[in-house]
Antibody, heavy 118, light 108 residues
């Protein structure tokens, strides 16, 4: 059974940093592009970042470029999102998702909540 | 960035009725259009990809159509469990990937 379990969310002050993790099981992480999507409270879905299977190509939304870094450790079956210089507008549930066909997200984790507030 | 506009914003229907949800793209996305369902407190679930292909395990009452800039998700006969918010998403020439703002479907 495919499972994605996010962790690492929490309350952080503006300007602070946080690293999210997404532990994958039930499939070979090294075969898939992976993606982070976020959802601000009461709002819609926003694509944040994607990384290809090998980890040598990364893509970012303009809203996070230069502040967020996506990475992966296929040997540990884990996806990461390093977030720095956080702003209040980063407050959201962060979902990791498996990309099975260049932008088609077939499995999602349950999400981890990030709150940026002083 | 390709903007997706969904309509209506809210839909309220009885079980057994047909639901028609629309997604319009500001520019052509070919058939690179996906649909997701999200229930309160849950992650999104993939329903339809490439405009008309049902994802694994999705009941055949869900169907997608369209190409270019105009797309439709049809639920042929609503079941009580079909409530939620439905999002379209385009993957044409990304990044960025973009989502529509969602259509909320209520079952009366």
């Amino acid at each position: 059974e495919v499972q994605l379990v996010e962790s690492g969310g929490g309350l952080v002050q503006p300007g602070g940093s946080l690293r999210l993790s997404c532990a994958a099981s039930g499939f070979s992480l090294s075969s898939y592009t992976m993606t982070w999507v976020r959802q601000a409270p009461g709002k819609g879905l926003e694509w944040v970042s994607s990384i290809n299977a090998a980890g040598d190509y990364t893509y970012y939304a303009d809203s996070v470029k230069g502040r967020f870094t996506i990475s992966r450790d296929n040997s540990k079956n884990t996806l990461y999102l390093q977030m720095s210089n956080l702003r209040a507008d980063a407050t959201a549930i962060y979902y990791c998702a498996r990309d099975f066909w260049s932008g088609v997200f077939d499995f999602w984790g349950q999400g981890t909540m990030v709150s940026v507030s002083s | 960035e390709i903007i997706l506009t969904q309509s209506p914003a809210t839909l309220s229907l009885f079980p057994g009725q047909r639901a028609i949800l629309s997604c319009r793209a500001r520019q052509s996305v070919g058939d690179r259009l996906n649909w997701y369902q999200q229930k309160p407190g849950q992650a999104p679930r993939l329903l339809i990809y490439n405009a008309s292909l049902r994802a694994t395990g999705i009941p055949d009452r869900f169907s997608g159509s369209g190409s270019g800039t105009d797309f439709t998700l049809t639920i042929s006969s609503l079941e009580p469990e079909d409530f939620g918010v439905y999002y379209c998403q385009q993957r044409y020439n990304w990044p960025p990937i973009t989502f529509g703002q969602g259509t909320r479907l209520d079952i009366k």
